[in-house]
């Protein structure tokens, strides 16, 4: 398995964040091939994390070019900042 994580700073309005990504980048991400599993993470203070699991570097990889769409066409206003991107092989799970 495969893992992206994307952490966001100075999030504006983290509720119409949420609302977006779930109504519209999830299912988005489904779509692609191995996914296995997607969080959104309100950490506080403006922070926002996500995390896609995939079966695959390839799938992995895909998300974090439509994350990068995502966000430019449908939160650019709340996601002020570029995402600190962070993925790789899943060498342990629970």
């Given at each position: 398995?495969?893992?992206?994580?994307?952490?966001?700073?100075?999030?504006?309005?983290?509720?119409?964040?949420?609302?977006?990504?779930?109504?519209?980048?999830?299912?988005?991400?489904?779509?692609?091939?191995?996914?296995?599993?997607?969080?959104?993470?309100?950490?506080?203070?403006?922070?926002?994390?996500?995390?896609?699991?995939?079966?695959?570097?390839?799938?992995?990889e895909e998300?974090?070019?439509?994350?990068?769409?995502?966000?430019?066409?449908?939160?650019?206003?709340?996601?002020?900042?570029?995402?600190?991107?962070?993925?790789?092989?899943?060498?342990?799970?629970?």
């Amino acid at each position: 398995m495969y893992a992206s994580v994307r952490r966001y700073e100075g999030v504006t309005d983290p509720a119409e964040a949420g609302r977006r990504v779930a109504e519209g980048f999830v299912p988005l991400l489904r779509r692609v091939p191995g996914f296995v599993a997607y969080y959104w993470v309100d950490a506080g203070d403006g922070v926002m994390v996500s995390t896609s699991v995939f079966q695959d570097r390839a799938g992995a990889e895909e998300s974090i070019g439509r994350a990068a769409d995502f966000v430019r066409d449908n939160l650019a206003s709340l996601l002020p900042n570029p995402a600190q991107v962070t993925a790789g092989q899943v060498v342990a799970a629970g």
